[in-house]
């Protein structure tokens, strides 16, 4: 396990020296462990690339905070890892914190930084009903960002939006190991399709990184006929454009850092080590 530290307390550098770094590493954060499904999509595209996993354990779940205490919270620990660690990109593989302090987090940091945005735009071109459902946390879906993501690509569509923040437990309790209760994704699925014309959903999209981990559980909670779409290979693809032509240099197993140490993380070491995260750090 990687000792806790301290940053550094010197700034990042510029984007072209870390790039010429072939081992900068590409830093993946999320609150928990919803993220992998973003690290598995980059890992496809980008096998070579060293990787770091951060999940702010501590803070989990931010669905419950308010947008005052998660932009401080990103902001300051994003800023303290990239010092530390000088990523070559920043991928913030969570989609309340990104609707909610993309925008700060890119004022304070020199590199580039790719958030995670719904996918209400490929669901719009997928449905065939016209209404489509969105599940995510609280804190999500009540954002500006979805408003204007909806009128801008799924103008005369309907859409219906649901918080499911219990799904991040259920992801985080399936990776662990940990039976979960299927009322909880029967729960999700009638969030949507007991509000007026949910019959009519044909497509849901997931609009948190940790719900595609648990998306073969809700398929079977909505039936049949409902299609699901998320974020991961847009993100990926966009990571992939980013660093394009530079040079990548993976010497070690990558890495998972958390926020808190507990017992949930050596819970967590055999779905990291299937995902390539062989070593393991506090932050």
Known sequence: MVQPGAATGTLAAPHSALSANPAAPILLFDSGVGGLSVL??????????????????????????????????????????TERFRPRLVCIACNTASTIALAAVREVLEVPIVGTVPAIKPAAGLTRSGTIGLLGTAATIRQGYVDRLEAEFAAGKRLLRFGAGELVGAAE??????????????????????????????????ACTHFPLVEAELAGAFGPGVSFVHGAPGIARRVEFLTGGQD????????????????????????LAAYGLG?????
């Open 40 to 81: 598995s999509e980059v890992r496809k595209l980008l096998p070579e690339a060293p990787i770091i996993y951060a999940a702010d354990n501590a803070g989990l779940p931010y669905g419950e905070k308010t947008e005052a205490q998660i932009a401080a919270r990103v902001s300051g620990l994003l800023g303290r890892m």
């Open 173 to 206: 309790a399936k990776l662990r190991g940990h039976a979960v209760d299927p009322a909880v994704y029967r729960r999700a699925a009638e969030g949507l399709t007991g509000q007026p014309g949910g019959e009519e959903i044909d497509t849901v999209v997931l």
């Open 248 to 271: 990548f240099a993976r010497n070690q197993t990558d890495l998972a850092l958390f926020t808190r140490a507990g017992d949930e993380i050596d819970q967590l070491q055999p779905a």
């Open 279 to 283: 070593r393991v750090g506090i932050f």
